[in-house]
């Protein structure tokens, strides 16, 4: 799998939008980019993931540059609660499933009220 | 959908003492589930690919006689750590999929284990 390059830490002031950017140029055809945040002692959260277009769901949006090689994650309105280490993994999607996510070391964000 | 869960949360117990920990997927079968370990301040490390019916597959440098893994059924694994000392204290944490290969990894809560 390719391996993702990204900003050891980033503060966000409340209220605001947080954009966390994540290189990946050595991505390559069949490799979906995903996102996971953790918070302190617990287990990953699911943030969202894509292939080539740009995503939205309740949580944050991808988006990912036309030659897929690097990605920013937004959260539009970021709080307190989305401080955390944030990962962006890419990984090859085989139809078998049992590939598993290799985490590098992340960005942590910092929300500042 | 697709909730794992994890237990014990954590455990304290004494040097020498086997401990199991069970990951199970409530909503969804997984014929494949993964742990992870995590010391602190570090980043989640693979230890292990734990497929239904079969044998796992441990990454470089994993004993596969301290950390046993059974994956029974569709819903359950377990992580045995045998015979633990205070060098395996750290955050365990199990993982799994649902559905087609492209779909995302989801995590249980985690377990922490210290070993006094």
């Known amino acids: 799998d390719a391996k993702t390059t990204q900003p050891t830490s980033m503060d966000c002031a409340e209220g605001r939008a947080a954009n966390l950017p994540c290189n990946h140029s050595t991505i390559s055809g069949n490799e979906y980019v995903y996102w996971y945040r953790q918070i302190h002692s617990q287990g990953p959260q699911y943030i969202i993931h894509?292939?080539?277009n740009n995503e939205t769901n309740e949580m944050a949006s991808l988006i990912i540059t036309e030659d897929r090689k690097s990605s920013t994650l937004i959260l539009p309105h970021a709080t307190l609660r989305d401080t955390a280490v944030y990962y962006c993994?890419?990984?090859?999607?085989?139809?078998?499933?049992?590939?598993?996510?290799?985490f590098g070391k992340g960005t942590r964000l910092s929300v500042i009220a | 959908g697709a909730v794992v869960s994890q237990h014990p949360s954590w455990v304290i117990c004494k040097s020498g003492t086997s401990v199991k920990i069970e990951c199970r997927s409530l909503d969804f079968q997984a014929t494949t589930m993964f742990w992870y370990r995590q010391f602190p301040k570090q980043s989640l490390m693979l230890m292990a690919t734990s497929n239904e019916g079969s044998k796992a597959t441990y990454e470089q440098g994993v004993e596969k006689d301290k950390f046993l893994i059974n994956h029974a059924s569709l819903t359950l694994s377990t992580l045995t750590v045998t015979s633990a000392h205070p060098e395996d204290s750290s955050f365990y944490i199990c993982?799994?999929?649902?559905?087609?290969?492209?779909?995302?990894?989801?995590f249980g809560d985690g377990t922490r284990l210290s070993i006094l």
């Open positions: 993982s799994a999929r649902a559905g087609q290969g492209y779909q995302p990894q989801h």
């Open positions: 993994i890419v990984r090859v999607a085989g139809t078998s499933g049992n590939t598993p996510l290799v």
């Open positions: 894509g292939l080539k």
